[in-house]
């Protein structure tokens, strides 16, 4: 293996794919819609497009808050672009629109967006989000950041108290998510790769150019196994210790695919091994950036195994592989696992 290629700084920020966050036949709850008179229902802007319908009367309250029935997983990010197809009406009452975004402690952050540009019409409103740049946040661990995976659960409206009905339209939303991808710490498509059992399992593995792309390419019939597991051998080189470390995986997803789990594994210094699943949703067919974050404190909370079995992530630690997950009998499959970085 090309030791020199380890640890080489990458600097520059990886776009990942545009995940779409509301729709204008999305299902909704709006926050006791009745007593505040109120309702978010899909419908037509006025130049016939479809889209959600946000309608209230302004001497009854002077906000709207409504959640989605279905929130969208969100991978983690250092930054990201949310473009927000809408309809702006005249002589609006609206003075603040608010995306917000619940994390995994269960604190949900609020996202004020720039609309004191806008003009009365149809456009797309854009803004670049942090996750520490929300305008105020409540519940969970209230430390005022993203602690991911988080999920984009809703929207709020405020506006003038004042006598009258307000209405405002809110079509597609789309985030861009943005990681600065960290330092190398393996190329399969260059590394010396073992995959275990391979011929008994009836799965193959070798350097490939996949979609313009060099990779570790892997492939399988699941009439003879559920799972595929390869390591790099000879080892490589420790990780600096951390307190909570992010892993950006490169992995093409086929189309049509059958794959249930990717799992990363590191093994700590008594040899003991510790599996992490990549947060798959949402992911499209072709070539993803998957991030994953691990705090050692959480190390009971998933798959471990031989070491000194003490359940603790005790450092040095090393990436030493990969396994892949998938249903029993669901026919043949594959998918390519390209560079991974570190970043703290």
Partial sequence: MNRSLLFAALLL???GMALPVLDSAQKTRVNQSELRQQSVAPGQAPDGTPMLALTWNNSAANYLEFTVDKPVNLPEFDSAVLKLDLYWPENTAVGKLNLRITDSTGETLQYPLPVK??????????????PTSAGGSWGGNKNKKIDFPARVTGMSVDFNRKDGDGKLWLGKAELLPEVKIGKLIVDPAVAKVRIHDGAKRQ????????EEKSAYQVKWDAAAAKWLEFSFAPQLPVLPEFVSG????????????KVGRVNLRLADKSGETFQYPLPLTGLKPGWNIVALRINPADARKVGHWGGDKNHQLDFPVRLIGFSVDYPAGSGAGGLAVGKVTFSE
């Fill in 117 to 130: 540009e806008l003009k009365p019409g149809r456009q797309t409103l854009e803004a670049t989000l942090t």
């Fill in 203 to 210: 799965q193959s593995a070798e350097a490939a150019t996949v």
């Fill in 246 to 257: 992010r892993f950006e995986v490169e992995l093409m997803i086929p189309e049509s695919s």
């Fill in 13 to 15: 920020p990886s776009v």
